[in-house]
């Protein structure tokens, strides 16, 4: 079977308290942006971080890379790009590209790396959840 590339975009308002007196968005919002491009890519696709929790697991970032390209500024809106990159290790992969609404200019990419963990104890899962392994053959596959 092929595998197909799944992704999600939302939009984000750059909101005043992100930016620095000069207007410019501080580079650690980035970041968040990534995260606000996850929660929507959970909520489109139905494996939200609640989805893990009610399953018994919760899913820490465990590495995190920005590369910049341009700036943001105060009222500018930006679109993210989120996809998932399917991997047979137990983690979620994601890549990310940020842009600018309304030219649609690349403004960051990046990546970032979550594992499993057992919710009471914290212990590292070395393989899959079958709940997430259900979620993949139900989505990635066509």
């Not at 501080?26 to 971080?49: K, L, N, P, V």
Request: hydrophobic content about 40%.
């Amino acid at each position: 079977m092929m595998q197909k590339t799944l992704s999600g975009k939302t939009e984000v308002k750059v909101r005043f308290n992100e930016a620095d007196p000069l207007g410019i968005v501080w580079h650690g919002h980035y970041i968040r942006y990534f995260e606000d491009g996850r929660e929507a890519f959970g909520t489109e696709h139905g494996i939200g971080y609640l989805d893990f929790y009610k399953h018994g697991f919760i899913v820490p970032v465990v590495h995190i890379e920005c590369n910049y390209k341009r700036t943001l500024k105060y009222g500018e809106s930006v679109i993210v790009e989120t996809i998932f990159v399917p991997c047979d290790a137990a983690k979620l992969k994601f890549e990310y590209r940020l842009y600018k609404a309304d030219t649609m200019e690349i403004v960051s990419t990046g990546s970032s790396v979550q594992v499993f963990l057992d919710r009471e104890t914290s212990l590292l899962q070395l393989i899959n959840p079958v709940f997430f392994d259900d979620w993949k053959r139900k989505f990635l596959q066509m």
